[in-house]
């Protein structure tokens, strides 16, 4: 029997598993949705090759990586709001 076989056969006993379960895989979507955006948003801005000339010089790269690293800070302060949200919920549905 594998675990979706005995998943679905006992979640009609466990109603909180299946919550927990179905709130898991949204927050999970969610958080892959959220990240492909930024991927997506972050592949479309304007870079400019090594190759060209550049006003700043030996600083044209400092722009993208500015750029990446407001990104991540996004991600990271998403995920940390939405593990605090998850724990919340977790913590209060087994109380």
């Known amino acids: ?3 979706k076989e005995l998943y679905t056969q006992e ?3 466990l109603p909180n598993m299946v919550k927990y379960y179905e709130q898991t895989v949204s927050n999970y ?3 892959q949705d959220f990240e492909k955006e930024i991927r997506e948003r972050a592949a479309s801005l304007p870079t400019k090759g090594a190759d060209e000339d550049d006003e700043q010089g030996a600083l044209a790269g400092s722009v993208v990586d ?3 690293t407001a990104m ?7 995920s940390a709001a939405t ?3 998850k ?3 977790i913590e ?3 109380e």
Do not use: G, W
């Open 92 to 94: 209060q549905d087994y």
């Open 66 to 68: 500015n750029v990446q």
């Open 29 to 31: 979507k969610q958080d």
């Open 11 to 13: 979640s009609h006993k």
């Open 72 to 78: 991540d800070e996004v991600v990271n302060v998403y």
């Open 87 to 89: 724990q919340s919920t």
């Open 83 to 85: 593990k605090q949200d």
């Open 1 to 3: 029997m594998t675990y």
